[in-house]
């Protein structure tokens, strides 16, 4: 008797051994059949899980007997689910194919690279503004892009008029003179023509903004020092967009904006213009404006020709036409209330042509050539001077892409001419200059393996007065883990150098002496970054992204301002420039909730003739904090906070830290969408704690601008899509 209840007992509990179960499944991408390494797969309810080899092979154990359901998780794909009996019938693996979500998870090909790539994939850093980020930016500032870039982590605008709100752009503290602007890949704001082009820059037409930080000479040549950004058009569908902005802004301004493209069997079109309008603003009741008097006009009208389909071609026109006047709020509304009365006036006229041939020879190699002239004529008055000048320059570019399965390359010969004229002055007096560039360069991208996708470039320039220089470049991806990834780089780059820099801007080019090239070496500069990318969901409904970078760029031969008398002339001292710091994106979401946390520290330092000093007007800490809450389609409403640490000024004082807050809101419906911001609610101005001129205020000496001076503005109004 003892033996039957023994061999029961033993029975009972051996069974449920028996009853465990393995489960092994490949998991795969549904359009490539490519391994998906790191998808996960769980059993529903349960902690019992596992996660794919390099084969994309799970192996669930100790699964029960019984109706089990699995779930199968990739970032950036569809979650599925199925449902197993166990014990299975067979013991071979089953197949899961993933399908990708479209869900946060838009395709973004970036054209700066010259390659054609996602953003995911190239080895180079990239970061895109585009799709709803963009048209968020676009709602608060629909008239330039100023908000849109120094809202962005390692990016600085910098004020450089008290009066007119004149601003250049610093990527990781850098002077704006090191960074190159682009529009679709040709240089149409660099030298005089860069002086006011983040102010004339209407958002509404563009597709995305691309941002490369560091040396990206190799690829474009002088002048991306401290990196570049590149404004992409938008291109027409056979779908028909047309888009109407109106805005309106509590000091007065107003903003009509209307783009409409579409694309028919042979032939497309894009066309975008805007009217802006500036009412002079003064918040502190200083007598000065905060913002200008401005009357701005643009058209941009692009045909595209669809030969066949290999071949295609299109022109386009930019125009721009701006009156801008700063200072004396009285003098500027009609109503003089001093004989003499400070002003400053900027007139632009700005025209630059786009064309560009793409000939695809067969599947994997593509030809294409691209051009651009551009004329920019500005005048600046204050009282007792002016200064004007007509700028004239043009690029082409003949290129040639083949993709194959490992690698793919991009070869190139371009020819670049800058040329500027001074008016009203004698030829010993002008800062005129004339510089050619031609440039030859090669690029790779090899697909070393799963682990490794290397990118490698070389340029050789040669500019007319400061001769040859090589610009190599190489980058590196590594795709340590399907959630963390890696990314190192450097490379050369230098600067021809003109007079056209934040400090001469400042003030007015007045009694600036030329160039003397024979005297002068171009800057050059030696730079690298490495930054790991890290994205993971923390559930079914939140997500958690972390990016890190780390930054270093070495400038040599710096040219920089300086009293001789009563003029001023640029000089190279014995020394170097430096930046170096960390940039830190953190992202997390939760069903309709974002939250973006951005921190920045940038340590930029001069070391001239042996003494070690903080270049002036960078904040060396800031963080970018938004919140958004948006339900698809329907409502957006998000609230942001930054803030500046103090800031070295060129006269030696420090200037306040600072937070700036702002509220955006947006209802969407079908056809239309109302928007409501209220920017800087706090009323952070620099003339709330501090001072932004000395002396009277007919004849003011203006000091560095490092804060708002314009303070709290709401702006609102409607978008129209039919």
Same mark, same amino acid.
């Given at each position: 008797?003892?033996?039957?209840?023994?061999?029961?007992?033993?029975?009972?509990?051996?069974?449920?051994?028996?009853?465990?179960?393995?489960?092994?499944?490949?998991?795969?991408? %549904?359009?490539?059949?490519?391994?998906?390494?790191?998808?996960?797969?769980?059993?529903?309810? @349960?902690?019992?899980?596992?996660?794919?080899?390099?084969?994309?092979?799970?192996?669930?154990?100790?699964?029960?007997?019984?109706? #089990?359901?699995?779930?199968?998780?990739?970032?950036?794909?569809? @979650?599925? $689910?199925?449902?197993?009996?166990?014990?299975?019938?067979?013991?071979?693996?089953?197949?899961?194919?993933? =399908?990708?979500?479209?869900?946060?998870?838009?395709?973004?090909?970036?054209?700066?690279?010259?390659?054609?790539?996602?953003? !995911?994939?190239?080895?180079? $850093?990239?970061?895109?503004?585009?799709?709803?980020?963009?048209?968020?930016? +676009?709602?608060?500032?629909?008239?330039?892009?100023?908000?849109?870039?120094?809202?962005?982590?390692?990016?600085?605008?910098?004020?450089?008029?008290?009066? %007119?709100?004149?601003?250049?752009? $610093?990527? #990781? +503290?850098?002077?704006?003179?090191?960074? #190159?602007?682009?529009?679709?890949?040709?240089?149409?704001?660099?030298?005089?023509?860069? +002086?006011?082009?983040?102010?004339?820059?209407?958002?509404?037409?563009?597709?995305?903004?691309?941002?490369?930080?560091?040396?990206?000479?190799?690829?474009?040549?002088?002048?991306?020092?401290?990196?570049?950004?590149?404004?992409?058009?938008?291109?027409?569908?056979?779908?028909?967009?047309?888009?109407?902005?109106?805005?309106?802004?509590?000091?007065?301004?107003?903003?009509?904006?209307?783009?409409?493209?579409?694309?028919?069997?042979?032939?497309?079109? @894009?066309?975008?213009?805007?009217?802006?309008?500036?009412?002079?603003?003064?918040?502190?009741?200083?007598?000065?404006?905060?913002?200008?008097?401005?009357?701005?006009?643009?058209?941009?009208?692009? /045909?595209?020709?669809?030969?066949?389909?290999?071949?295609?071609?299109?022109?386009?026109?930019?125009?721009?036409?701006?009156?801008?006047?700063?200072?004396?709020?009285?003098?500027?509304?009609?109503?003089?209330?001093?004989?003499?009365?400070?002003?400053?006036?900027?007139?632009? =006229?700005?025209? %630059?042509?786009?064309?560009?041939?793409?000939?695809?020879?067969?599947?994997?190699?593509?030809?294409?050539?691209?051009?651009?002239? %551009?004329?920019?004529?500005?005048?600046?008055?204050?009282?007792?001077?002016?200064?004007?000048?007509?700028?004239?320059?043009?690029?082409?570019?003949?290129?040639?892409?083949?993709?194959?399965?490992?690698?793919?390359?991009?070869?190139?010969?371009?020819?670049?001419?800058? #040329?500027?004229?001074?008016?009203?002055?004698?030829?010993?007096?002008?800062?005129?200059?004339?510089?050619?560039?031609?440039?030859?360069?090669?690029?790779?991208?090899?697909?070393?393996?799963?682990?490794?996708?290397?990118?490698?470039?070389?340029?050789?320039?040669?500019?007319?007065?400061?001769?040859?220089?090589?610009?190599?470049?190489?980058?590196?991806?590594?795709?340590?883990?399907?959630?963390?990834? !890696?990314?190192?780089?450097?490379?050369?780059?230098?600067?021809?150098?003109?007079?056209?820099?934040?400090? !001469?801007? $400042?003030?007015?080019?007045?009694?600036?002496?030329?160039?003397?090239?024979?005297?002068?070496?171009?800057?050059?500069?030696?730079?690298?970054?490495?930054?790991?990318?890290?994205?993971?969901?923390?559930?079914?409904?939140?997500?958690?992204?972390?990016?890190?970078?780390?930054?270093?760029?070495?400038?040599?031969?710096?040219?920089?301002?300086?009293?001789?008398?009563?003029?001023?002339?640029?000089?190279?001292?014995?020394?170097?420039?430096?930046?170096? +710091?960390?940039?830190?994106?953190?992202?997390?979401?939760?069903?309709?909730?974002?939250?973006?946390?951005?921190?920045?520290?940038?340590?930029?330092?001069?070391?001239?003739?042996?003494? @070690? !000093?903080?270049?002036?007007?960078?904040?060396?800490?800031?963080?970018?904090?938004?919140?958004?809450?948006?339900?698809?389609?329907?409502?957006?409403?998000?609230?942001?906070?930054?803030?500046?640490?103090?800031?070295?000024?060129?006269?030696?004082?420090?200037?306040?830290?600072?937070?700036?807050?702002?509220?955006?809101?947006?209802?969407?419906?079908?056809?239309?969408?109302?928007? /409501?911001?209220?920017?800087?609610?706090?009323?952070?101005?620099?003339?709330?704690?501090?001072?932004?001129?000395?002396?009277?205020?007919?004849?003011?000496?203006?000091?560095?601008?490092?804060?708002?001076?314009?303070?709290?503005?709401?702006?609102?109004?409607?978008?129209?899509?039919?």
């Amino acid at each position: 008797m003892k033996r039957i209840i023994l061999s029961l007992l033993t029975i009972f509990m051996i069974s449920p051994v028996w009853a465990q179960n393995n489960f092994k499944a490949f998991i795969k991408d %549904s359009e490539s059949s490519e391994p998906l390494i790191g998808a996960t797969a769980i059993v529903q309810g @349960t902690n019992n899980g596992a996660t794919a080899n390099l084969n994309g092979l799970v192996e669930i154990n100790n699964i029960p007997n019984g109706q #089990q359901t699995i779930e199968f998780r990739y970032i950036g794909y569809e @979650t599925q $689910r199925k449902t197993y009996s166990f014990p299975l019938s067979s013991a071979t693996p089953t197949e899961i194919l993933l =399908a990708h979500s479209h869900e946060e998870m838009e395709e973004v090909i970036i054209t700066a690279t010259r390659s054609s790539r996602t953003i !995911a994939d190239i080895p180079t $850093r990239v970061e895109a503004i585009s799709g709803e980020e963009l048209t968020e930016k +676009g709602n608060m500032k629909p008239g330039d892009i100023r908000m849109l870039l120094n809202e962005s982590t390692g990016i600085q605008t910098q004020q450089t008029s008290a009066t %007119s709100y004149n601003s250049s752009i $610093r990527i #990781q +503290g850098l002077d704006g003179k090191y960074t #190159q602007i682009l529009r679709d890949g040709m240089p149409l704001y660099s030298g005089f023509s860069g +002086g006011l082009s983040l102010l004339q820059i209407v958002p509404l037409d563009l597709q995305q903004v691309e941002v490369i930080k560091g040396a990206s000479s190799t690829l474009y040549g002088g002048g991306a020092i401290a990196g570049l950004v590149n404004l992409v058009s938008k291109t027409p569908s056979e779908e028909r967009e047309f888009n109407v902005m109106l805005n309106g802004t509590s000091a007065l301004g107003l903003d009509a904006s209307a783009f409409y493209s579409q694309k028919f069997k042979k032939v497309g079109t @894009t066309i975008f213009a805007s009217s802006n309008h500036g009412t002079p603003y003064d918040p502190a009741n200083i007598g000065l404006t905060a913002i200008p008097k401005f009357d701005r006009y643009t058209l941009n009208p692009k /045909l595209f020709v669809y030969l066949n389909e290999n071949t295609s071609f299109n022109v386009g026109l930019n125009t721009t036409i701006e009156k801008r006047t700063g200072g004396d709020l009285n003098y500027i509304e009609g109503k003089p209330t001093y004989p003499n009365p400070y002003f400053e006036e900027n007139t632009t =006229a700005r025209v %630059s042509s786009q064309a560009g041939f793409d000939h695809k020879i067969d599947g994997n190699r593509t030809l294409s050539f691209r051009n651009s002239v %551009s004329y920019y004529d500005r005048g600046i008055k204050i009282p007792s001077y002016s200064f004007s000048g007509v700028q004239l320059s043009s690029f082409s570019e003949l290129a040639y892409h083949q993709q194959g399965a490992k690698a793919e390359w991009v070869a190139g010969l371009n020819v670049w001419t800058d #040329q500027f004229k001074q008016d009203n002055v004698t030829p010993a007096e002008a800062i005129d200059y004339t510089y050619n560039t031609v440039g030859v360069f090669v690029q790779n991208t090899w697909n070393a393996s799963d682990l490794l996708t290397l990118e490698t470039g070389l340029r050789g320039d040669y500019q007319n007065e400061y001769g040859f220089f090589a610009l190599p470049r190489i980058s590196a991806m590594f795709k340590l883990h399907p959630k963390l990834t !890696a990314r190192v780089g450097g490379g050369l780059g230098y600067k021809a150098p003109t007079v056209f820099t934040e400090d !001469a801007e $400042r003030i007015q080019f007045q009694n600036v002496l030329p160039i003397n090239t024979a005297t002068t070496e171009a800057e050059k500069s030696t730079g690298g970054n490495l930054d790991f990318n890290y994205k993971t969901p923390l559930s079914d409904n939140m997500t958690f992204s972390i990016n890190t970078l780390f930054f270093y760029t070495r400038i040599d031969n710096p040219l920089i301002l300086t009293p001789a008398g009563s003029f001023y002339e640029y000089q190279q001292p014995s020394g170097l420039i430096d930046t170096k +710091g960390i940039e830190t994106n953190v992202k997390l979401t939760y069903n309709d909730l974002k939250l973006f946390i951005g921190y920045t520290l940038a340590d930029v330092n001069t070391h001239y003739n042996g003494t @070690t !000093a903080t270049f002036p007007l960078v904040a060396k800490h800031r963080l970018n904090n938004v919140l958004m809450y948006e339900v698809e389609d329907k409502l957006k409403i998000g609230l942001e906070g930054y803030y500046f640490s103090q800031q070295k000024l060129n006269d030696g004082t420090i200037g306040k830290s600072y937070w700036i807050f702002g509220l955006m809101t947006e209802k969407l419906w079908e056809n239309f969408s109302l928007f /409501l911001n209220f920017e800087n609610f706090g009323d952070t101005r620099q003339t709330r704690f501090d001072t932004i001129f000395t002396g009277p205020v007919t004849n003011p000496t203006f000091r560095d601008i490092y804060a708002p001076v314009d303070g709290f503005v709401v702006n609102g109004g409607i978008k129209i899509k039919l």
